[in-house]
C-alpha cells in the first residue's frame, strides 16, 4: 500500500438493516442452482438456537484480540451480489446494499469445539457446519453479532478432529461505506452524467465487512469468487474471468461473472470492482497487462505513460527477485475520489485517479516521477507482502519498508538517476523525524500490535522510511549482489506463505556466510529494528577514537542506547572504501580512524548508513577546504550528508554555525540536486529561526529583490547573491548563535 495515505479501521456507521427476506431467497437460488455449488452442499435453513452470549475463550490474554489459531483456511467459496447501478440519474435510487453467501473450508489443528471467524458490520445467518463428508457437525450454541474483536463465535457441540477437514457456510448481508469494505464512488463522465462503481479496500482487517472470514494476514487461503452484478456493468477481481452468463431477478437482467480460484492469498490483497471503464491492453505472452480508466481518460491517453512504465518496472522486479510474476494478468485501475494513493491487490492494483494518469501536455516532471514511483512501489509489493507475507502486522515493515526501497531501485531502470533520491525523501526526513523523540521502533513485540486501532498506528513514516533507509544500509554493508542472493532464496522459500522477521536474516546470513562479507546480521540489524532513534558516531582524528551516542536536538532527552553501526571510511588520496562494524559505546580507539596532519578521513561514504557523524574540528576545517578547493574529490552524496550534519550539530551546540555554512560555500560550483536539496532546506530552518529577531526584515528585502530579478541574471550572478546571504549571516553570527541557543534550550514550537 502506498505510504502517503492509510484507510481507517474505526467503525463506521450505524449496523445494517436487514434485506429483504425475499430477495435473499431469489439470489440464494440464483447461486444454489444456476452456478456450479460449493464442493459439499449444506442445508439451507439455520439448525441451531441464537444466543446473545460469546463463547469462553481459553487462550492467554495477551493474545486476546487473535483468532486462537486451532483452525487454519485452505479455500473459500464466495458469491457476492452488488446491487450498484453504475449510472443513475437520481443519486436517492441508488442501492448500497450487497449480499451472498461464504464457504470455507478449513483444516482443525488443535482440537476445539469452537469456530472464531471475524465479521464486522455485517448481518449474518449461519446454513450450517459439515464434515469432510457432508456430515452436519450439530451446533450448541451461536453468536452472529460480532464482539469488540470482530469475532462471531459458534459452539459446536462434538470436538473437532485435529486434521479434520470442515465446511462452514454463513449468509451475509451487508452495505457500502465510504471508507474501507465495499466502497460506492461517484464520478461524472460529463457535464451530466453521473457514474458509480464499486471497488474494495481491504487493507489491513477489512475484508471482515465484506464477507466473514478468517482475517489475519498468515491465514492464507484460495478463494474462489463469483460477483453478481447489474446487466452492462464489468466485473474483475483478482484472477481472470473464468465463466460469465446472465440470469433474469425479477424481469430485470443480471450477469454473473465467475473468477478462477486466486493462489494461495491473504485476505487482505483480495479485491473486486464493479464498473463501467475502459482499458488499454498489451498482452506480454506470460501475463496480460490492462490499464483501466474513465473511458474519456482512455481516450485522451492519459493512462498510456503508467501502462508504458508498467511493463518495464514488472521486468525489473522478475530479474531481481528471481521469481517470474505469478498471475496471467495485471489490472491497474484509475479510481475517481480514490483516498490511498494505491492498493497493491494481487492481480488487480487500484490506484487513486490522480496518482495513474499523465498528461504530458498539462503534468510536471514531479507529477510523472510520482505516477512511476507509486507504480513501482506496488509492483514491488506483488512479492514482498503478496508472495510472501509477514505474520502478523507487527512487522509489517518486511512489506512497506521494501517496497518503499525497492521502488527506488526499479524507478532508476525507467526515469535514470532517481534512486538517489530516497536520501532527500526518506533517509534526511526520518533522521530530522527520530532527532525530535518523534519515534518507534520499525518492528514492535507481536503482543503489542493487537486490535484494529494498534494495526492501523502502525503505517506510519518509520515503517515506511526508515525501513526503506535501514533496508539500504544493510544492501550496501553487504554489498548489492550478496544483498539481492540473499532475498532471492528467502523469496523462494517462502512463497505462498508468511515470515517473520529472523527468517529474512537467516536467509541473508547464508549469503554472507557464502560472499568475502563477515556480519552478523541478525545481531546487527536487530539494534535497529527494535530500538529507536539512531545515533551520532563521532571520530576524533588525532586520536583514532570512535563513539556513539544517541543523537537528539534535546541532548539530555536520549536514551542509553548502543547499535552496531555499519561505517565505510575513505581518506584523501585514495578511492579505497574501508568497512567497519562500531558494537560498543565507546570510544575506543582504531588505526582506521586516524589521519596523519595533510590528510583527511570521510565516514559514512555515500550516506549508506543511517545516523550522523561528528569531527574532531581539524578534520572538519579539512573537509571544508577539500570542498572548496575540490567538491568532486568527495562523492556527491556524501557532500550532502555532510551539509545536513554540519547544520543539526549546530543546533546541538556540537559545533559552531559558522562551520555548518562552511559546509555550503562550494556549492557556487557543485550542479547536483541533492546537496542543494539539502543545503536549502537547512537554510530554510535557518531562516525560521531568525524571523523572530530584528536581521530578518532584511534577509527577507534581499529575498524579494532577489526572486524578482532572477530573470535578468546569469546563473552564476543568481549563485552569487546566495553567497551574499551566506556572508550576511556569517557576518552576524552572534545573532545567529543566539537563536540557536535559544532553540536548543526553549525548543522549536514554530519548526
Not at 186 to 199: E, G, N, P, Q
Not at 242 to 249: C, F, R, V, W, Y
Not at 319 to 330: D, M, Q, R, T, V
Not at 379 to 390: E, K
Amino acid at each position: 500500500m502506498s505510504k502517503s495515505v492509510y484507510v481507517s479501521k474505526a467503525a463506521a456507521g450505524a449496523t445494517v438493516a436487514v434485506a429483504a427476506l425475499a430477495l435473499l431467497a431469489v439470489i440464494g437460488l440464483v447461486i444454489f442452482h444456476h452456478i456450479r455449488i460449493q464442493e459439499c452442499p449444506l442445508p439451507l435453513s439455520p439448525t441451531v438456537m441464537m444466543s446473545t452470549t460469546p463463547a469462553p475463550t481459553e487462550y492467554p490474554p495477551s493474545l486476546y484480540m487473535r483468532l486462537p489459531g486451532d483452525l487454519i483456511p485452505e479455500s473459500y467459496k464466495i458469491y457476492l451480489q452488488t446491487h450498484l447501478h453504475t449510472k443513475l440519474d437520481n443519486l436517492d435510487d441508488q442501492n448500497y446494499n450487497f449480499t451472498g453467501n461464504c464457504t470455507v473450508k478449513f483444516k482443525c489443528v488443535n482440537a476445539t469445539n469452537t469456530i472464531y471467524i471475524h465479521s464486522q458490520q455485517l448481518n449474518l445467518n449461519l446454513i450450517g457446519v459439515t464434515d469432510e463428508h457432508g456430515k452436519e457437525m450439530p451446533v450448541h450454541h451461536v453468536n452472529l453479532t460480532e464482539d469488540e474483536r470482530d469475532f462471531v463465535v459458534i459452539e459446536l457441540v462434538d470436538t473437532l478432529i485435529v486434521d479434520g477437514l470442515y465446511y462452514l457456510s454463513l449468509e451475509f448481508q451487508g452495505e457500502c461505506y465510504d471508507i474501507g469494505g465495499l466502497s460506492v464512488r461517484r464520478y461524472t463522465a460529463d457535464i451530466k452524467d453521473k457514474r458509480y462503481l464499486a471497488s474494495t479496500q481491504l487493507e489491513s482487517t477489512v475484508a471482515r465487512r465484506v464477507f466473514p472470514c478468517f482475517d489475519e494476514p498468515a491465514m492464507k487461503a484460495v478463494f474462489d469468487f463469483t460477483i453478481i452484478h447489474r446487466k452492462g456493468s464489468t466485473a474483475l477481481s483478482n484472477m481472470p474471468q473464468k465463466a460469465q452468463m446472465e440470469i433474469d431477478i425479477d424481469g430485470e437482467k443480471w450477469s454473473i461473472t465467475e473468477f478462477y480460484p486466486t493462489i494461495k492469498s491473504s485476505t487482505y490483497i483480495l479485491s473486486f470492482v464493479v464498473f463501467d471503464f475502459d482499458s488499454k491492453e498489451t498482452n506480454h505472452g506470460r501475463y496480460t497487462l490492462k490499464t483501466w480508466a474513465r473511458p474519456e481518460v482512455i481516450a485522451a491517453g492519459y493512462a498510456d505513460y503508467a501502462h508504458s512504465v508498467t511493463s518495464d518496472i514488472l521486468h525489473f522486479f522478475e530479474e531481481y527477485c528471481g521469481i517470474n510474476y505469478p498471475l496471467s494478468k495485471l489490472d491497474q485501475v484509475a479510481l475517481p475520489e480514490f483516498g490511498a494513493n494505491a492498493m497493491e491487490n494481487w492481480g488487480l492494483i487500484t490506484y487513486a485517479e490522480r496518482t495513474l494518469t499523465y498528461n504530458a501536455a498539462m503534468s510536471s516532471l514531479i507529477e510523472k516521477e510520482l505516477t512511476a514511483s507509486v507504480i513501482a512501489h506496488e509492483l514491488a509489493h506483488q512479492w514482498f507482502g503478496n508472495l510472501v507475507t509477514m505474520k502478523w502486522w507487527n512487522d509489517l515493515w518486511l512489506k512497506e519498508g521494501f517496497a518503499t526501497y525497492l521502488s527506488y531501485l526499479a524507478l532508476d531502470k525507467v526515469e535514470p538517476n532517481m534512486k538517489d533520491l530516497i536520501i532527500v525523501r526518506e533517509v534526511q526526513r526520518m533522521l530530522d523525524s527520530e532527532s525530535r523523540g518523534e519515534s518507534q521502533p520499525v518492528a514492535q513485540k507481536e503482543e503489542e500490535v493487537q486490535s484494529s486501532v494498534d494495526i492501523a498506528l502502525m503505517y506510519s513514516p518509520i515503517v515506511y522510511s526508515k525501513g526503506a533507509a535501514l533496508l539500504r544500509m544493510l544492501s550496501e554493508s553487504l554489498a548489492q549482489n550478496v544483498f539481492q542472493r540473499g532475498l532471492q532464496t528467502y523469496l523462494k522459500m517462502y512463497q505462498y506463505d508468511s515470515v517473520g522477521a529472523q527468517d529474512l536474516w537467516v536467509h541473508l546470513q547464508r549469503a554472507v556466510d557464502n560472499s568475502s562479507v563477515h556480519i552478523p546480521v541478525a545481531a546487527v540489524m536487530e539494534t535497529w529494528t527494535q530500538q529507536v532513534g539512531y545515533p551520532l558516531i563521532t571520530i576524533n582524528t588525532m586520536s583514532g577514537e570512535v563513539s556513539q551516542k544517541h543523537f537528539r536536538l534535546q541532548p539530555d532527552s536520549g536514551h542509553n542506547l548502543t547499535w552496531q553501526v555499519p561505517i565505510r571510511v575513505m581518506k584523501s588520496g585514495s578511492e579505497d572504501i574501508a568497512f567497519d562494524l562500531l558494537s560498543v559505546e565507546g570510544p575506543e580507539s582504531k588505526p582506521l580512524y586516524r589521519s596523519d596532519d595533510s590528510e583527511w578521513i570521510l565516514a559514512n561514504v555515500n550516506y549508506t548508513g543511517y545516523y550522523r557523524v561528528n569531527y574532531d574540528p581539524e578534520n572538519w576545517g579539512k573537509l571544508i577546504q577539500q570542498l572548496e578547493t575540490d567538491h568532486q574529490k568527495i562523492p556527491v552524496l556524501s557532500r550532502a550528508q555532510l551539509i545536513d550534519d554540519a547544520f543539526y550539530l549546530a543546533r546541538t551546540k556540537y559545533v559552531n554555525i559558522t562551520l555548518a555554512l562552511n559546509t555550503i560555500k562550494h556549492l557556487l560550483k557543485d550542479t547536483e540536486f541533492i546537496p542543494w536539496d539539502t543545503a536549502t532546506r537547512n537554510l530554510k530552518y535557518l531562516l525560521l529561526m531568525l524571523d523572530r529577531s530584528e536581521a530578518y526584515g532584511p534577509i527577507q528585502i534581499k529575498e524579494t529583490q532577489q526572486e524578482n530579478s532572477l530573470n535578468k541574471f546569469s546563473v552564476e550572478e543568481c549563485l552569487e547573491r546566495v553567497q551574499n546571504n551566506i556572508n550576511w549571516v556569517k557576518e552576524n553570527k552572534q545573532t545567529v548563535l543566539q537563536w540557536f541557543q535559544t532553540e536548543r534550550t526553549h525548543g522549536n514550537s514554530k519548526a
